[in-house]
């Protein structure tokens, strides 16, 4: 009985992908191999083994030229800067702890009554998420109140408590 000519099974490639990507500068090397096997070798063939288009490696060839392996490494990504600064968030996390708003009045507070009173206080107009998120950063939560039945009587839910 002959050997089986491939002994690698689809549970062998899903692990060893695993692993690859753990691996922290994998992207690199692939990349790198893909360049140094582009001089023997037709790029659709590197593409196609690497499962990337052949335009990939020919722009992983270009920016090696020109920059290195600097080039081929993952720039960081632009992000928005906050909008809030540390004092306001200071102040922000007093209004919610305290449940109550810059002049000293008591609130319940929601997302929109803290969006508008951060509009009026500082002037800063902030979405629904990023204030949602800097709460949550807070290490607080908005409370929920209990839902009320439109049936439910106060009179009668008093006389069935027990005290």
Same mark, same amino acid.
């Given at each position: 009985?002959?050997?089986?000519?491939?002994?690698? +099974?689809?549970?062998?490639?899903?692990?060893?992908?695993?692993?690859?990507?753990? *691996?922290?500068?994998? =992207?690199?090397?692939? !990349?790198? !191999?893909? *360049?140094?096997? /582009?001089?023997?070798?037709?790029?659709?063939? *590197?593409? +196609? *083994?690497?499962?990337?288009?052949? $335009?990939? @490696?020919?722009?992983?060839?270009?920016? &090696?030229?020109?920059?290195?392996? /600097?080039?081929?490494? +993952?720039?960081?990504?632009?992000?928005?800067? /906050?909008?809030?600064?540390?004092?306001?968030?200071?102040?922000?996390?007093?209004?919610?702890?305290?449940?109550?708003?810059?002049?000293?009045?008591?609130?319940?507070?929601?997302?929109?009554?803290?969006?508008?009173?951060?509009?009026?206080? &500082?002037?800063?107009? @902030?979405?629904?998420?990023?204030?949602?998120?800097?709460? $949550?950063?807070?290490?607080?939560?908005? =409370?929920?109140?209990?839902?009320?039945?439109?049936?439910?009587?106060?009179?009668?839910?008093?006389? &069935?408590?027990?005290?």
């Amino acid at each position: 009985m002959p050997r089986p000519k491939m002994n690698v +099974d689809p549970g062998t490639v899903r692990r060893a992908e695993e692993e690859l990507s753990k *691996i922290k500068e994998s =992207k690199l090397a692939i !990349q790198l !191999q893909g *360049i140094i096997a /582009a001089a023997r070798h037709p790029v659709h063939q *590197i593409a +196609d *083994i690497l499962h990337v288009s052949p $335009r990939s @490696i020919f722009r992983w060839v270009t920016k &090696f030229k020109d920059q290195g392996v /600097a080039g081929l490494r +993952d720039q960081p990504k632009g992000h928005m800067k /906050a909008k809030l600064n540390d004092a306001q968030k200071m102040m922000i996390e007093g209004w919610l702890t305290s449940g109550k708003n810059a002049s000293g009045e008591r609130v319940h507070w929601t997302l929109a009554k803290l969006k508008r009173e951060i509009e009026e206080e &500082f002037a800063v107009a @902030i979405g629904t998420t990023p204030l949602w998120n800097h709460v $949550r950063k807070m290490g607080l939560v908005l =409370k929920k109140p209990r839902p009320l039945h439109d049936k439910a009587n106060p009179e009668e839910q008093e006389a &069935f408590k027990k005290n």
